[in-house]
């Protein structure tokens, strides 16, 4: 009889480890899978993202560049009528309202892209 309680209590051992290195296995196998698969989700999302960003880009190109064509259109304008100017100081004081416009103008796209660029850094 005791014999018998050892033999069983040795092959319930025996089966116990089994069943711990199967299930040791499965967790395993479960966890590389889930690994694989927030690798693959990852990639997707960066790749959504990038496109996102592509698309954002461009937008924001097409903007800058429109107004640009426009600020320049103006500023062509504005410098016609500068050249009518007859009065020196007038002139001078306009001259130097338009140059201001200019350097403003070029402060304001190279904000805006560094704003853009500083969104961008946050987002990686």
């Known amino acids: ?3 018998e309680t050892l033999m069983l209590k040795s092959e319930f051992a025996f089966r116990r480890a089994a069943l711990e290195k199967v299930r040791n296995g499965q967790i395993q196998s ?3 899978r889930i690994n694989e698969y ?3 989700e990852k990639a997707q999302i960066r790749a959504e993202r990038a496109k996102f960003l592509l698309s ?3 937008e924001l190109q097409e903007t800058m ?3 640009f064509e426009r600020f320049i259109a103006n500023m062509e304008v504005q410098f016609e009528k500068l050249g009518k100017i007859k009065i020196q100081k007038l002139q001078e004081i306009k001259e130097q309202q338009l140059d201001r416009d200019l ?4 402060e304001f796209q190279a ?3 560094q704003d853009f660029e500083n969104i961008i850094s946050e987002r990686i």
């Open 65 to 67: 560049d429109i107004e």
């Open 103 to 106: 350097q403003g103008f070029a």
């Open 111 to 113: 904000k805006l892209m």
């Open 1 to 3: 009889m005791e014999g």
């Open 56 to 58: 954002k880009r461009g």
């Open 38 to 40: 927030l690798e693959r």
């Open 30 to 32: 479960l966890s590389e």
